[in-house]
């Protein structure tokens, strides 16, 4: 048999589909499971969108389109992108389509790092696991940089200056966080500015798929900070905003990269989906009341799963400023049961009381002095948060007992 190569045999994943298995392992067994694992709004794509899908599919938008994306979803998309962030201006050629923002995050690393060549990216941990297992697999270095709860989930700027190094050529940030639900304060992007303007070797990219779920005050990219323009690329998208994330749209910025990243494209995919292209254009430019009643009814829950959290023994849950995450803080409830880490907690939480959640080691290594956390993805019922955090609690009281 052939060998596989060591990159591929190396390749990191999202073990949200790893735990995911194991649910459904369990629930084709019978058992009843309450899931909190699954990424994305548990609401379909507006009407009108879907209206305007099924018109491309009659219409015959069936082929290739450029890589970069249709005209009028690139000029769509640049209206939209600037006006969310203080009026940039952002031009349609600026501006590239892709199958979900997901695949842009490899493209920056691929464009801004040299295999083997001792580049750096400064990434958030904990994060979303594709940057580090992207950073690796193009031969660039991880470079972790650790977020604080007692700073609800920034890092200290401080660490930021300590962390760059004349090798540094890509600095990722993601706010709203996943997995912490944290926000990065306007003053904090600007402080990352300024620190930056120091090292001018060093791009930005800019994860911004969540700046639609921002539940105090507006959103603000560090893009909107005087110099910061040209070096980051702005990456959002259509999958949580307007709930399409099996559509794959994803909508990029930089007026450098653009014509880079399009290349890649032509590359790998040749184009994002025509259908969902022509979907993503009436998402940006019709009516957005669906996206508003979504933002607040993850609001509403956002309320709701903090309070329960706090109630439950040994939890500790800060409120996040977005996102559909929570990322509470369960050291002491695992010493209460007796488990030696919030992995063995939530191995047991899934197996003894049915609940599905993820881990802190999902999304990198455990930073030092932070304690054990896990992730909640609130998009769920009302009805299955209250279920499932009474479950938790249940669990950690009878355990406890046992313990005593
Ligand atoms: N970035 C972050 C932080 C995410 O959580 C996700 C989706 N889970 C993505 C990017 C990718 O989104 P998509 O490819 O669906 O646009």
Redesign the pocket.
């Known amino acids: 048999m052939p060998d596989i190569s060591k990159r591929a045999a190396s390749l990191g994943t999202e073990n949200a589909f790893v735990v995911l298995a194991e649910v459904n392992a369990l629930a084709r067994q019978g058992r009843d499971i309450i899931s909190f694992c699954i ?2 709004p548990d609401f379909p794509a507006p009407e009108h969108v879907q209206e305007a899908a099924i018109r491309a599919i009659r219409g015959g938008k069936h082929g290739y389109t450029p890589s970069a994306g249709i005209d009028e979803l690139r000029e769509a998309a640049a209206r939209y992108l600037a006006a969310m962030r203080g009026g940039l201006p952002i031009r349609p050629e600026d501006v590239v389509i892709g199958a ?4 842009f ?1 490899a493209y920056a690393i691929l464009s801004t790092t040299d295999y083997g060549a001792g580049d750096e990216v400064i990434y958030p941990n904990p994060g ?1 696991p ?1 940057y580090e297992s992207q950073i690796l697999a193009h031969g660039a270095r991880p470079v972790p940089i650790h977020l604080h709860e007692d700073r609800d989930f920034a890092f200290d700027p401080a660490e930021l200056e300590k962390l760059i190094t004349p090798r540094t050529k890509l600095l990722i940030l ?1 706010y709203p ?2 997995p912490t639900g944290g926000c990065l304060s306007k003053t904090e992007l600007q402080e990352i500015a300024r620190i930056l303007a120091k090292h001018p070797q060093v791009w930005v990219y800019a ?1 911004e ?2 700046s639609r779920l921002v539940f105090g005050g507006d959103f603000f990219s560090i893009a909107q900070v005087p110099g910061m323009y040209e070096r980051t690329i702005i ?1 959002d ?4 905003t307007w709930a399409m ?1 099996g559509w ?3 909508f990029t910025s930089n007026p450098v990269l653009a014509p880079v990243f399009t290349r890649w494209i032509t590359n790998t995919d040749s184009c994002a989906s025509q259908v969902s292209q022509w979907a993503a254009v009436e998402a940006i430019n019709g009516p957005q009341a669906a996206a508003e009643a979504m933002k607040a009814s993850f609001l509403d829950r956002r309320n709701f799963i903090v309070q329960l959290l706090n109630d439950v023994p040994g939890v500790k849950c800060r409120v996040p400023g977005g996102a559909f995450y929570v990322w509470p803080n369960v050291t002491e409830a695992c010493r209460m049961i007796g488990a030696a880490d919030s992995e063995e907690f939530r191995k047991r939480l899934l197996n003894e009381a049915g609940v599905a959640l993820l881990a802190d080691i999902h999304f990198g290594a455990r930073v030092p002095g932070e304690g054990q956390h896990v992730r909640f993805s609130y998009a769920a019922s009302k009805q299955a948060i209250e279920k499932g955090v009474a479950r938790m609690a249940d669990f950690i009281r009878k355990n406890t007992k046992k313990a005593a």
């Open positions: 990424g994305q979900g923002a997901k695949p995050i979303f594709i993601n966080h996943n994860d798929i969540y990456s998208g259509a999958s949580k994330t794959r749209i994803g």
